[in-house]
């Protein structure tokens, strides 16, 4: 990855860019064109729970207000977020997290169909074949998919974009693409992440933006074993880090 400075982790939120380092390069994007929410159905793919609401639970919110259809693709179940945990220990983290995402959809007024495929967390590179013969069923049908981009940071959001642009390259399906990671590691003064191809979906221009902004955090609160202090560990992700997708804009890179 070009852009990441040596003495960062890529996926150490800790250490990495704070949100509004990233201010002036997003108010500098075009915004999308109408329609957006993209017509349904709509894909959404999620490396691991959380990632959805993350990247775009606005959008997701306001295709959920349009009667838009919505899938989501769950393709971890988040096992390996908190690796302290034991077998068992990691086994009741899949159930509290399941239950944390139908609350997060809840709390933020989205109303989508959710395909687990459980894959391995941190290990999805190596299930790239199930990967994509998972997207090409669900995706049949569909009008556009949102997927990480293949260049993010995190070995499992890579390999969901690059299986994202496989199938909907062999589906004619258009791909908009999203940074979750990259904008923790990469150099706002020489990025990596691809502006040139980059829109932004305004809130603050919708009628309906703040009350989308106001949904996204709730759903994100209800993320508890992630944005919380757990076992007397440090939040999987920290208030600092969340602040990246509490902005009044969401980013996507066009395909």
């Known amino acids: 990855m070009t852009g990441?400075?040596?003495?960062?982790?890529?996926?150490?939120?800790?250490?990495?860019?704070?949100?509004p380092e990233w201010d002036a390069v997003i108010a500098g994007l075009p915004t999308v064109a109408d329609p957006w929410p993209p017509l349904g159905p709509l894909v959404l793919v999620a490396p691991h729970p959380d990632d959805e609401l993350l990247a775009a639970g606005a959008t997701l919110a306001a295709a959920s207000d349009a009667g838009t259809e919505v899938r989501v693709v769950a393709v971890t179940d988040g096992e390996m977020s908190h690796p302290h945990l034991d077998d068992a220990g990691q086994r009741h983290l899949v159930d509290r997290r399941l239950a944390e995402t139908a609350a997060a959809y809840t709390a933020a007024g989205i109303v989508a169909d959710r395909h687990r495929l459980s894959l391995p967390d941190g290990d999805t590179t190596n299930h790239a074949d199930r990967l994509v013969e998972g997207l090409l069923s669900i995706l049949e049908g569909a009008a556009a998919c949102l997927a990480p981009w293949e260049a993010d940071g995190h070995p499992d959001h890579d390999a969901c974009g690059r299986a994202a642009l496989e199938a909907c390259a062999e589906l004619g399906i258009p791909v908009f693409s999203f940074p979750v990671w990259s904008w923790n590691w990469d150099d706002p003064g020489n990025p990596a992440i691809p502006f040139d191809r980059a829109i932004r979906f305004p809130l603050t221009d919708r009628p309906d933006g703040v009350g989308w902004m106001a949904r996204k955090r709730a759903g994100l609160a209800a993320y508890a074993s992630q944005v919380l202090v757990e076992d007397g560990h440090r939040p999987v992700l920290p208030a600092g880090f969340v602040a990246h997708f509490t902005r009044s804009d969401e980013v996507f890179l066009r395909s």
């Open 4 to 19: 990441v400075e040596p003495h960062r982790n890529p996926i150490d939120p800790v250490v990495g860019r704070t949100a």
